[in-house]
């Protein structure tokens, strides 16, 4: 199925033609001058942030047009960023996925980010809900959905824009955690990981994006609804979307950050720590089980835990 893409009108894109693919990012003296030239541009920044954009700047091409795999997540906005910096906004475009994974309000704040920043978004409509292996839902389905999103942008994306080179947001800390199979997609699909080459932590990335003055600095970490089902439960268009009209109810009250895990007919609401108490309030109770079950659920249930990062995948997958 032919994918369509909409540039925002942000900054005009080049469709000329792509120049020769550069050659490996390697520390020549060409680079290490134009490293120098840059040292004006980063007085807005303390000497301790330079170094950090410095790092993830060796890793971007040095000829051409860079995409850049964008969400709207602090990792892949710090990226998008630094490339906008370091190569200017004609030679750096941000690719958003868009599928009934991703959550509305996720995809109207990425492009209110990205044109805070200055730099165009191309949408690309994926459709990994077409492969059996994604519905599945096994650890490995973040791999399938990521092949999906790669294949597109190599298949329908590069070309039209003149991309020479294709980036992701994948940083050091992600790089060594085992519940990351989306990284092996990066891998097949030859796509740039400057952060995690770069070696910035999660902490590192967050000090370059407040220090950038991205709106997101802050951000909670934000995966896809299709990790609030649990493995081995299909993932359909119709739970995506009780999921995503559940979690945008919670909001709604003021909550700053939430999952709605789903459990057939049940509803697991995983809130702060700081916010648990107060959905004991009973105004607040009643109105976070009405709006839940008006998304489609049953039931509706606290746990106790708060928020979870991986306790769907992180059982279940080891080291080789």
């Known amino acids: 199925m032919a ?18 693919t550069p050659p490996a990012n390697l520390l020549t003296a060409d680079r290490v001058l134009q490293i120098a030239e840059r040292v004006d541009a980063h007085q807005d920044v303390s000497p301790e942030v330079a170094a950090l954009i410095e790092r993830v700047t060796v890793h971007l091409p040095t000829e051409g047009r860079l995409g850049v795999a964008y969400s709207g997540g602090v990792d892949s906005t710090t990226l998008l960023a630094v490339a906008v910096r370091a190569l200017g906004a004609d030679r750096t475009v941000g690719i958003l ?21 200055g730099v165009g978004v191309v949408e690309v409509p994926t459709d990994e809900g077409s492969s059996q ?110 999921i995503d009209r559940a979690e945008a109810a919670v909001r709604a009250l003021g909550f700053s950050d939430c999952r709605v895990r789903h459990h057939d007919d049940v509803a697991r609401l995983e809130l702060t720590d700081h916010e648990l108490a107060r959905a004991a309030d009973p105004q607040v109770r009643v109105a976070l089980v009405e709006g839940v079950r008006a998304a489609g659920f049953r039931f509706v249930a606290l746990d106790l835990t708060g928020i979870q990062s991986g306790a769907f995948t992180m059982p279940l997958v080891t080291r080789d």
């Open 133 to 242: 292996a994604y519905r599945a839902n096994g650890p490995d389905r973040c791999f399938h959905c990521k092949d999906e999103l790669f294949t597109r942008i190599g298949d329908d994306v590069a070309a039209a824009h003149g991309l020479t080179a294709i980036s992701y947001g994948e940083n050091a800390d992600d790089a060594i955690r085992p519940d990351r199979p989306g990284a092996r997609a990066a891998t097949e699909h030859l796509v740039l990981r400057p952060l995690a080459d770069a070696g910035l932590t999660k902490a590192d990335v967050r000090a370059v994006a407040a220090a950038l003055g991205l709106p997101n600095a802050d951000k909670p970490a934000a995966p896809c609804l299709a990790s609030r089902i649990p493995h081995f439960k299909e993932v359909t268009p119709e739970k995506l979307t009780q």
């Open 97 to 117: 996925g868009v599928s009934p994974s991703l959550a509305t309000a996720e995809r109207a704040a990425a492009h209110d980010i990205a044109s805070q920043i």
């Open 3 to 20: 994918a369509t893409h909409r540039l925002l009108p942000v900054v005009a894109v080049s469709q000329a033609g792509a120049p020769p």
